[in-house]
Nanobody, 119 residues
Framework: QVQLVESGGGLVQAGGSLRLSCAASGFTFSSYAMSWYRQAPGKERELVAAITSAGGSTNYGDSVKGRFTISRDNAKNTAYLQMNSLKPEDTAVYYC????????????WGQGTQVTVSS
């Protein structure tokens, strides 16, 4: 079955960096775009970044442009989110997402990884 497993979250001081990973299985990873979302307490889930299947195009939420970088390694079935210059307002649970077609079609989410940025 389709699985997305995030890792790399933690506690970091403002101005620091973290790299999140999303390990995918159960579908042809290289055929699908991947996205990162986040949800802070009391707020709606918001798109952080997205990347096309081959990695040739990326898209970012306005609040993270210039600080975060999404990438992927199709040989490792893994997507990444490099987060630099972190701010307290980046504190949230971060989720990776894939919308998969075919026999296992669906909108899949990982379990999330907590990122906490202290001031």
């Amino acid at each position: 079955q389709v699985q997305l497993v995030e890792s790399g979250g933690g506690l970091v001081q403002a101005g620091g960096s973290l790299r999140l990973s999303c390990a995918a299985s159960g579908f042809t990873f290289s055929s699908y775009a991947m996205s990162w979302y986040r949800q802070a307490p009391g707020k709606e889930r918001e798109l952080v970044a997205a990347i096309t299947s081959a990695g040739g195009s990326t898209n970012y939420g306005d609040s993270v442009k210039g600080r975060f970088t999404i990438s992927r390694d199709n040989a490792k079935n893994t997507a990444y989110l490099q987060m630099n210059s972190l701010k307290p307002e980046d504190t949230a649970v971060y989720y990776c997402n894939a919308v998969v077609a075919g026999p296992y079609h669906g909108d899949y989410w990982g379990q999330g990884t907590q990122v906490t940025v202290s001031s």
